[in-house]
């Protein structure tokens, strides 16, 4: 499971699968080779009213869509204090007391051309939260044949991976479609791995198009069916009544965990061109404004003049970014870009990632009640890393996926978890942007950097009188200290509304 956000649950469902293949009319799905490519598949179903049957259409579509399984070590704590102040009672290593054991995921995929190339989810091979390297990665096809399987690439911001499997003989495909074409109402089916329990054929209908989740990313964007999706469907392939795959199944919302017939798939407008660039190994790039942003809600709309669901309002803007570069202002109201109007379905993140970084757009704000217009130069969009490392909330309660220090020298000796202080984290923090030095990420309550009243969210500007800029430098400094025989080490700490002062810390 995915798990996101939500109301009542939005939950990516391991909803095996990947990218979607059309079959040559007239022919079984097991003999199409690669000549077949630009052939059209047979129209199975009647043109008019509900279909009769899905059956002549998923005997087609069916032996493209395979189960995968993956096998890896991940580290597990056996330590029950770990991360209390008691797990110093089980070693002098924190007592976190690692220990490595085998895990494994399931989800479904889809092949997409007849030497082997397997589309699926990324979280399919990628599990989030599993905190370990995949060592194998098993594709099986629907007469129970098992492929070892090679990552080709993964793209986590669009949640897409392309794996590669090799077999004696070419392989069944199918296409991808067009979901720009699909339609609110059109019947469509989703083939996958559901529970584990292997080839499994729901039916139902495009419940909407373009529907955006509320979670945020610029990928907020899917095709919701009402055909029944569960955990394992994760990566199958949602197809329409031509055989095409238009979408490819990701998510579900859900309160209890199960179908409640409000499922979600990333449109093949979407994934096609993203599964081609990891085909042939090309690094996938994306705009970038370097802007927070939020919708615009009927209050902010009232407090502004503005009609409701119009444009995305802009929060703070990065120092340095292209969003600073063409004079972009928090306060301003983004309503199009490059002329495509910014709404709920089509979102100012989207329309941005879109756009080839180093490319010149105009884009259209409100500023004050007045219209204007800015050419923008788009940026190149950070990896997730390190957008994670630009985002920090001292309000928040401490992440245990934040690149922090975690269990290395500053834990131990001064009870504190620190990470970098970057240009976009000084500013939420009302720091300078030019600021340099870490931010404290955690205090351990049993230190006496605790007692002494740092709190997460403080700046370390310096120990011992000299400049810090990376935990290591920390750590080299308590080294020296140690070493000279002293109990403390002398900080400077910068809190968010106050002068920097400085503190001493006794080291443990």
């Known amino acids: 499971m995915k798990p996101v956000r939500y109301s009542y649950?939005?939950?990516?469902?391991?909803?095996?699968?990947g990218a979607a293949i059309s079959l040559i009319t007239g022919h079984p799905a097991g003999a199409q080779v690669a000549q077949n490519d630009d052939s059209e598949i047979s129209r199975a179903v009647p043109r008019a009213g509900a279909p009769a049957s899905f059956?002549?259409?998923?005997?087609?579509?069916?032996?493209?869509v395979v189960n995968i399984s993956t096998r890896q070590r991940v580290k597990v704590a056996t330590n029950p204090f770990a991360g209390t102040p008691f797990a110093q009672l089980f070693g002098g290593d924190g007592g976190s007391g690692a220990q490595t054991r085998e895990a494994q995921s399931l989800g479904s995929g889809f092949i997409i051309s007849s030497d082997g190339y397997v589309v699926t989810n990324n979280h399919v091979i990628s599990p989030e939260g599993a905190g370990g390297e995949v060592e194998e990665i098993t594709v099986t096809t629907p007469d129970g044949?098992?492929?070892p399987a090679k990552l080709v690439g993964k793209d986590a911001a669009s949640d897409l991976a392309v794996l590669k499997i090799s077999g004696s003989k070419p392989f069944p495909f199918v296409?991808?479609?067009d979901s720009r074409e699909a339609r609110v109402g059109d019947w469509v089916i989703a083939i996958g791995n559901p529970f584990g329990l292997g080839g499994t054929v729901t039916s139902g209908i495009v419940s909407a198009v373009?529907?955006?989740?509320g979670t945020g990313g610029a990928y907020d964007r899917y095709i919701q069916t009402d055909a029944s999706i569960n955990r394992g469907n994760s990566g199958g392939p949602m197809f329409d009544m031509h055989g095409n795959v238009i979408g490819i199944n990701n998510a579900i919302f859900s309160p209890s965990g199960g179908s409640v017939g409000i499922g979600f798939a990333i449109p093949a407008e979407i994934a096609a061109p993203i599964v081609a660039k990891l085909k042939s190994g090309q690094e996938?790039?994306?705009?970038?404004l370097g802007v927070n942003?939020?919708?615009v809600t009927d209050d902010l709309a009232e407090s502004l003049g503005l009609p409701k669901n119009r444009g995305e309002f802009v929060q703070s803007v990065q120092s340095g970014s292209a969003a600073d570069k063409a004079g972009i202002q928090p306060g301003d109201v983004v309503t199009a870009v490059d002329g495509k109007p910014v709404t709920t379905d089509q979102t100012l993140s989207y329309l941005v990632a879109e756009v080839a970084p180093g490319t010149r757009v105009p884009i259209e704000l409100i500023r004050?009640?007045?219209a204007r217009t800015v050419s923008v130069v788009v940026g190149k969009r950070p990896s997730d890393e390190e957008l994670a490392q630009q985002q920090f909330n001292p309000d928040q309660a401490p992440d245990n996926n934040q690149p922090a220090e975690r269990g290395g020298a500053l834990e131990q000796r001064l009870g504190l978890q620190t990470l970098p202080l970057t240009p976009q984290i000084a500013n939420q923090l009302g720091a300078s942007p030019d600021t340099r030095g870490l931010v404290i990420g955690v205090v351990d309550p049993s230190s006496d950097a605790a007692a002494k009243g740092l709190q997460r969210g403080d700046i370390i500007l310096s120990a011992n009188y000299k400049p810090v800029a990376s935990a290591a430098d920390l750590a080299a400094i308590v080294s020296e200290a140690q070493s000279a025989g002293r109990d403390a080490v002398l900080l400077r700490i910068q809190r968010r509304g106050s002068p920097s002062a400085y503190l001493p810390v006794r080291i443990r």
Do not use: C, H, M, W
Request: aromatic fraction near 10%; charged fraction near 15%; avoid cysteine.
């Open 9 to 17: 649950g939005l939950t990516s469902a391991l909803l095996v699968g």
């Open 55 to 64: 059956a002549d259409l998923t005997a087609q579509l069916q032996p493209a």
């Open 145 to 147: 044949t098992e492929y």
């Open 175 to 177: 296409k991808f479609g």
């Open 210 to 213: 373009y529907r955006n989740t």
């Open 284 to 288: 996938i790039e994306r705009g970038y």
């Open 293 to 295: 942003i939020q919708a």
């Open 368 to 370: 004050n009640g007045a």
